[in-house]
């Protein structure tokens, strides 16, 4: 079955190419050129995955996102404009699974629409479904998705549910920002490794009594990060 891509991006050209090669690339894709258009388009069109442009006319990105998120687990990649730090948080917060900056190739935005797809579908592959990760007050079930700390839902994104599962699974290890990138987003080239310290900074604000002095997810200076268990 074809999966069915929503591109929301007002940019004429920009969308025109994303379409074309993603067309090309076998996808079924509609595009919309602002955020009202988007929500309806969700309901009608009802896409496997949105490409989703921050800067819209009528609804921008992130309450597109919000509204989104809040019915449905419908992979986001977010379109940002460079050194926009706030707005990748923002959205990586309310929910998107990965982010594409401005400018960018029709390549790289559909090898991550595969990558991000790819680690969607693996999340209702049967497989480690009783698995139980206990750490002090911290308990991360792989069958329900959900991390408690001390009974208390910490309600990550999907992205940072991974990030953690993956490090929990492998405590103690050192990980690079490349290889996370690798493991937790599967990409086959080497990606923006900026994503995995916004996702690890969230994921610390979430899990951690005190962020900036972490129990758990440490960083090792000049070479990436791990989990302590």
């Not at 790819?118 to 308990?139: C, I, S, V, W």
């Not at 995995?196 to 604000?205: C, I």
């Amino acid at each position: 079955m074809t999966d069915r891509i929503l591109v929301v991006e007002d940019e004429a050209i920009v969308a025109e190419v994303v379409e074309r090669f993603l067309r090309r690339e076998g996808y079924e894709t509609l595009v919309v050129g602002d955020g009202k258009q988007a929500l309806s388009a969700v309901n009608r069109f009802l896409p496997d995955l949105i490409v989703l442009d921050l800067m819209l006319p009528e609804v921008d990105g992130l309450e597109v996102c919000r509204q989104v998120r809040s019915q449905s687990e419908t992979p986001i990649i977010m379109l940002t404009a460079r050194g926009e730090e706030t707005d990748k948080v923002l959205g990586l917060g309310l929910g998107a699974d990965d982010y594409v900056t401005k400018p960018f190739s029709p390549r790289e935005l559909s090898a991550r629409v595969q990558a991000v797809l790819r680690r969607f579908k693996a999340r209702t592959t049967p497989g480690n479904d009783a698995e139980m990760l206990r750490f002090g007050q911290l308990r991360i079930s792989s069958r329900t998705r959900v991390v408690e700390r001390e009974g208390v839902d910490l309600r990550l994104t999907a992205r940072e549910f991974d990030l953690l599962l993956f490090l929990s699974r492998h405590a103690g290890q050192v990980f690079s920002r490349e290889q996370l990138m690798d493991a937790v987003w599967d990409y086959d080239f080497a990606g923006d490794s900026g994503t995995v310290t916004v996702h690890m900074r969230r994921l610390r604000e979430k899990v951690e009594e005190d962020p900036s002095r972490p129990r758990y997810l440490k960083t090792v200076w000049g070479v990436g990060y791990k989990f302590e268990p």
